[in-house]
């Protein structure tokens, strides 16, 4: 079972990044995928999650209108918009039964780093 973020990168703010999770080993299309993100010092907090059949989302306060979660197959995207420095932080995504708590994730990716900066 693995999954694998990619994606990060250095952008400017105001701009957009499309990150990716690739599922392999296990069918992610039976799983809600949620991607949660994490600043050094800081506990990963949730930045949303998509259902198994890509009908549902929810986004975070602080994200929802700037970001967008498809799928297809085994394959999730976060398409991050508007990025802010405070959008900052490496991302994971994450293969479960949905929600916002970490504890109800059972799969994880190994990250991949967002850096907005001018």
């Known amino acids: 079972v693995q999954l694998q973020a990619s994606g990060g990168g250095q952008v400017q703010p105001g701009g957009s990044l499309r990150l990716s999770c690739v599922g392999s080993?296990?069918?992610?299309?039976?799983?809600?995928v949620g991607w949660f993100r994490q600043v050094p010092g800081k506990e990963r907090e949730a930045v949303g999650c998509i259902s198994d059949s890509g009908v549902s989302t929810f986004y975070s306060d602080s994200v929802r209108g700037r970001f967008t979660m498809s799928r297809d197959k085994n394959t999730v995207y976060l398409q991050m918009n508007s990025l802010k420095p405070d959008d900052t932080a490496v991302y994971y995504c994450?293969?479960?039964?949905?929600?916002?708590?970490?504890?109800?994730?059972?799969?994880w990716g190994q990250g991949t780093l967002v850096t907005v900066s001018s």
């Open positions: 994450a293969a479960g039964s949905g929600g916002t708590q970490l504890r109800l994730y059972d799969f």
């Open positions: 080993g296990f069918r992610m299309d039976y799983y809600y």
